[in-house]
């Protein structure tokens, strides 16, 4: 079946149109189209995404990425004839621009008579890794042989351990209690002068710089609980360039992410072993870290686990990830609200 998926919930736009098939135990996405408007650009200048600028820009681009989709009339009037539903991300995000993506959701699904779900930006992340090419030769192989799993996911709003029964039934073993790591990375950049989004630029500076320069400290790693806390991490960067004011900013940056990344790499691998994990998903936007990646990749092989990590395209923000959310909640029959929820639970 076709779908048609949209994404609103930060700061970029877009569009897809998948062809999905298959039962949950063996779903197929092919994307066919693909459209990511990014709004970098705009928010750049103030170090953050501005939700009622997210809004009008999603205002401008939705129209856009539609054409792109559809073109002429006749194109459009038989593609639509072939899409079973629409897919709309409803929560979490920031509810001005949620709205605009679910508005106009509703607006087409009521012209061209086609029903509109609401998705979950968080079931999107974490089953982006399904279209992906290690993804589908699970699939192929037998979904069930990867699970019980352990999925981390982290972007610049969340940061949620989830220890997963099957690929559609999870419970949340842990989460951030203040900042997101994706967040901690933003601000550390900032602090640092360096541009928005901030963790993409602080893995290229850590590059060159001494990891083991500056003992940061490593928040709740050894807690017996599976929570994170991210904000003292980034006050102690605060803090020591306050009072050491001539430290290389890319020794910094190496040290914070090394910081940053153990905690993620050690409660995640903890999971894994505590709960026989046959494999460890990661997705979010700070899951495009090569780094993290990386880290993470060589934990899998030591426990002879496997490790799911989405596409590049399909890390950060994207409506194909929605489409593919979109479809396996059809399969389990669940549907999200319409109604835009900043704060919905993964
Ligand atoms: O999933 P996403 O695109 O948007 C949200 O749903 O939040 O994630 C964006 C976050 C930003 O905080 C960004 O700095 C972070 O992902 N990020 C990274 C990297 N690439 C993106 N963090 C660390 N290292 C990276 N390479
Ligand atoms: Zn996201």
Redesign the pocket.
Known sequence: MKILAIET??D?TSLALLECSGPISRPKFKILKHFIASQIKIHEPFGGVVPNLAKREHLINLPVLYKKIFGKPDAEKRLWKQIKFIAVTSGP?LEPALWTGIEFAKSLGKTHKVPVYGAN?MEG?LWSFLASKSGEAAVKAGLKKQFPAVALL?????TILLKMAAIDKWKKLGETRDD????A??KV?RILKLPY????Q??KLAKIGNADAIPFPRPMIHDKNYDFSYSGLKTSVLYYLRDNSQAKSEDIAASF?KAAVEVLVFKTTKAAKEFGAKSIIIA???A?????RAALQAKAKELKIKLFVPEFKL???NAGMIGIAGYMNFLRGKKHSLKANGAMEV
Not at 154 to 158: P, W
Not at 197 to 200: K, T
């Open positions: 919930s930060c970029e995000g930006h992340h982290v972007s610049g709003g969340h997101a790591v994706g967040e990375f933003d950049a989004p901030g963790g993409p602080i893995e992410q979010g936007g700070v495009s870290s090569k780094y993290l890390n950060t923000d």
